[in-house]
């Protein structure tokens, strides 16, 4: 991927790529992009540029190259994703940084959700599964919104092999 | 296929698209081993206070506890073994979701990942294939 940064004249000099290194990674890290996914980090500069001083600031922009790990959903892909909020409408989940809803609708129908003293969950027919606060589950995503600093999705365990993975980290 | 913002949402054509030209995809547990280097590097380097910021804390607490591999020579192992191509034929996004996702059975993993459909396709020889590799599976990752 491809980057323009800005270094101020007091960072000119020794360990001047050093400084563009921070920078790039402070820019870049924990940002997002319809296109790419969450930048999650930055790994290899493959090319810092030479560096063009701007005409009345005597700033220095630098054309800079760089590889990085991102974290990009897909429709239609079967994500392993832990349980954060439930209520009667659904659940949301986090798979690292990307936010999930599976509406009660895409829910198999024999879950019904109930709020007792261990508070909201869902639990299944037979009484023996039950989907609750920090569980995993293995969701399918059925729909993915873009905007401008984040990217959510739907998701469905309506699907055979979807569902509760595991219980909550202790 | 893109959606009219020309970003894309299936992940099979990724492999057409120039924005994932030179992309690779990883294992959620190469980017645990990624994310633990960084940040003990950025330690030595700027003291043992560093933190991730949010974004990148979420990602690596969820790598961390959906790593699937036993250590890295495995999910090295895993990878090579499956890019026969002569042996396997399979496409990158199929080995990184069969290794991420650890299915235990052909059925299971032809309905979590669908383009494996295809390779059944092919018979007998198609399905021995996919359960060769759920053999490699369970021999490289934690159950």
Redesign the interface.
């Known amino acids: 991927m491809e980057r323009i940064v800005t270094l101020p004249p007091q960072h000119f000099g020794s360990g001047m790529r050093e400084t563009l290194h921070k920078q790039l990674v402070r820019e870049v890290e924990g940002t997002c992009s319809g296109k790419h996914g969450y930048i999650v980090s930055v790994t290899k500069i493959t090319d810092s540029g030479k560096g063009r001083v701007q005409v009345g600031t005597g700033k220095a922009t630098f054309h800079m190259k760089y590889q990085c790990v991102a974290f990009r959903p897909f429709k239609g892909e079967v994500v392993d994703c832990v349980v954060t909020q439930i209520t009667k409408l659904g659940f949301f989940a986090d798979a690292g940084p990307f936010a999930i809803f599976v509406s009660s609708s895409l829910i198999p129908e024999d879950y019904e959700f109930t709020s007792g003293d261990q508070g909201p969950c869902f639990i299944s027919g037979d009484q023996d599964v039950a989907i609750v606060r920090n569980c995993e589950v293995r969701v399918k995503i059925v729909g993915i919104r873009v905007d401008a600093t984040e990217i959510f999705g739907i998701g469905t365990i309506k699907e055979d092999y979807l569902g509760v993975l595991g219980g909550p980290e202790t | 296929m893109a959606n009219k913002?020309?970003?894309?949402?299936?992940?099979n054509d990724?492999y057409e698209s120039k924005?994932f030209e030179n992309?690779r995809m990883?294992f959620i547990s190469d980017?645990e081993h990624?994310?633990n280097e960084?940040l003990n590097r950025r330690k030595e380097q700027e003291g043992t206070n560093y933190e991730f910021?949010?974004?990148?804390d979420?990602?690596f607490?969820?790598?961390k506890?959906?790593s699937t591999f036993n250590s890295t020579n495995d999910a090295q192992a895993f990878r090579e073994e499956l890019s026969n191509t002569a042996q396997y034929g399979f496409q990158e996004h199929e080995i990184t979701?069969l290794g991420?996702?650890c299915?235990d059975n052909l059925?299971?993993a032809v309905?979590?990942?669908?383009s494996i459909k295809q390779h059944v396709a092919e018979g007998v020889e198609g399905a021995e294939k996919i359960d060769r590799a759920i053999s490699e599976v369970q021999k490289h990752c934690r159950q």
Do not use: M, Q, T
Request: charged letters at 20%.
């Open positions: 913002e020309g970003v894309i949402d299936d992940i990724i924005d992309a990883l980017v990624i994310l960084n910021g949010p974004v990148v979420k990602a607490s969820y790598a506890r959906f979701l991420n996702l299915p059925d299971e309905h979590l990942i669908p």
